[in-house]
């Protein structure tokens, strides 16, 4: 079992994970301005821009996370809504 990490680690990854998001925020803003005739580029680059950023938005830092994700946290890999019985 690897060691847990340290705190210069899961810093470095929170940093990272936030600059995903925001990275892919960005993008999604710059895809909307193309597709709002504010930049003049073609329609299919904003729809393309647009997917990889919402994308970059929901799903990157969810994998990122549960690929850092300890392995000593086997509860949290179980719905949390459901409650004991």
Known sequence: MPDPVNEDVARGRFVMLNLVRLGAVVLTLFSMLILGDAIKAPYAL????????????????????????????????????SGPE
Do not use: H, N, T
Not at 51 to 75: K, T, Y
């Open 46 to 81: 904003g729809y393309v821009l647009l997917g990889v950023g919402l994308v970059g938005i929901f799903v990157v830092p969810q994998m990122l996370a549960r690929r850092w994700r300890s392995p000593s946290d086997p509860g949290r890999d179980v719905d949390e809504k």
